[in-house]
């Protein structure tokens, strides 16, 4: 069966500080993998998506950034956190036809900056 | 521009029915989805609809209009473990999924 997890689960950082989060996905091959972040009150926001390992799709312009370096793991990083940064990240994956029609999602990483 | 709509926040009794609507314009249309969310934890997967009508799953049912850009959750005799955000989303014609800001769903007693 397929799995996704992603972590660190909890982090609180200082404004300016660098990011890091990981997400892995076991239990398939050539996912659709995505970030999305989502501020209280307010929908999942897209803010990247992967079809494949070095391929990465940016839907918004904000300082983070993504990287796929294997099939299976999606990483998404900042050089400086600003304080707008602070929200739930999640990571997600779908099979590489979204055939099946549904997004699962890891367990979610909130982030606080302070 | 592309817009996903469902109330902010509904409020419903324990062994109660209760009926969370979505209306969406959006580029295209491949699907609905709904899904469900508890506090601080990540959303799953409820249901998906891409042709008109009612799919029924146990106590959830979730039905589409296509020509009303229109959706509905629907679910029954309400738990308490039923209290969370739902979330309407449509994938466009880009494979793209634009989500709603979420239903939450509060049970009482």
């Known amino acids: 069966s397929q799995t996704i997890h992603q972590w660190p689960a909890t982090l609180v950082q200082p404004v300016g500080s660098p990011l890091s989060l990981e997400c892995t996905v076991e239990?398939?091959?050539?996912?659709?993998l995505y970030w999305y972040r989502q501020a209280a009150g307010r929908g999942l926001q897209l803010l990247f998506y992967s079809v494949g390992i070095g391929q990465i799709s940016s839907e918004v312009p904000q300082n983070l950034s993504a990287s796929r370096p294997q099939d299976r793991q999606f990483i998404l990083s900042s050089k400086k956190l600003l304080l707008s940064d602070s929200g739930f990240y999640l990571c997600?994956?779908?099979?590489?036809?979204?055939?099946?029609?549904?997004?699962?999602f890891g367990e979610g990483s909130r982030l606080t900056v302070l | 521009g592309q817009n996903i709509d469902q109330p902010t926040e509904m409020t419903a009794t324990e062994g109660a029915i209760v009926q969370i609507n979505c209306t969406y314009q959006?580029?295209?249309?491949?699907?609905l989805f709904w899904y469900q969310q508890h506090a601080g934890e990540a959303p799953t997967f409820l249901s998906y609809?891409?042709l008109d009508g009612l799919e029924e799953k146990g106590r959830f049912s979730s039905f589409l209009s296509r020509s009303k850009g229109y959706s509905y959750l629907l679910l029954k005799e309400l738990q308490m473990k039923d209290s969370a955000s739902y979330l309407c989303a449509v994938l466009d014609s880009n494979y793209q999924l634009i989500w709603g800001a979420g239903t939450k769903l509060i049970i009482k007693p």
């Open positions: 609809n891409v």
């Open positions: 239990g398939t091959s050539n996912p659709n």
């Open positions: 997600a994956w779908t099979d590489e036809g979204f055939h099946t029609g549904e997004l699962f």
């Open positions: 959006t580029s295209g249309f491949n699907g």
